[in-house]
């Protein structure tokens, strides 16, 4: 079964940091492209970033840029995105989403983590 | 502000059909790029409904269609039923980073 398990999320300070995990099975992760997508309370999707199967390339969205990082360990199928600086608007569930190399759309889902940004 | 346009609400009763619209610009939809669809039911993560426009992955009954034309794309329902009252997104690529539109939620009345 293809599978997609987010860990990390919580109630963190603003200024404060937070590391997302994302553990995968079912599928060749090292073949897909990972990403990020958030989800802010009563709103819409929002990506956040994307990293290559090899690392080689990494995507920020201009609001993370600086303040975020996405990396991966293919070894451990494992996606992470370490978030510094965070601020009250981070406040978001937030899904790790797989894609084809080469394609543009996000399948498979992860079913989210929540992170709250909060004094 | 989202990159892709979708009307914030569409209705319709069981058995109807009803359209959803994804409005881009010349640097996402009217550049080529594919434009692909998602549902998210209620308290859910999302979930792949359409590819490259108008492909359906494997389970996903044939009364969900898209198209796409020049700067826009549709989604298009037949046959509504209760279980269809989800939101859906629309989804682009623009220039090393990837668009969703702002939701459209469906209600079956």
């Known amino acids: 079964e293809v599978q997609l398990v987010e860990s990390g999320g919580g109630l963190v300070k603003p200024g404060g940091s937070l590391r997302l995990s994302c553990a995968a099975s079912g599928f060749t992760f090292s073949s897909y492209s990972m990403n990020w997508v958030r989800q802010a309370p009563g709103k819409g999707l929002e990506w956040v970033s994307s990293i290559s199967s090899s690392s080689t390339y990494i995507y920020y969205a201009d609001s993370v840029k600086g303040r975020f990082t996405n990396s991966r360990d293919n070894a451990k199928n494992s996606l992470f995105l370490q978030m510094n600086s965070l601020r009250a608007e981070d406040t978001a569930v937030y899904y790790c989403a797989g894609r084809t190399s080469g394609q543009n759309w996000f399948d498979p889902w992860g079913q989210g983590t929540l992170v709250t940004v909060s004094s | ?109």
């Not at chain 2, 346009?5 to 059909?17: C, D, F, I, L, N």
């Not at chain 2, 010349?26 to 426009?53: E, F, R």
């Not at chain 2, 020049?70 to 990837?98: F, K, N, V």
């Open chain 2, 1 to 109: 502000q989202s990159v892709l346009t979708q009307p914030p609400s569409v209705s319709g009763a069981p058995g109807q059909r009803v359209t959803i619209s994804c409005t881009g610009s010349s640097s996402n939809i009217g550049a080529g790029y594919d434009v692909h669809w998602y549902q998210q039911l209620p308290g859910t993560a999302p979930k792949l409904l359409i590819y490259g426009n108008s492909n359906r992955p494997s389970g996903v009954p044939d009364r969900f269609s898209g198209s796409k034309s020049g700067t826009s794309a549709s989604l298009a329902i037949t046959g509504l039923q209760a279980e269809d009252e989800a939101d859906y997104y629309c989804q682009s690529y623009d220039t090393s980073r990837w668009v969703f539109g702002g939701g459209t939620k469906l209600t079956v009345l």
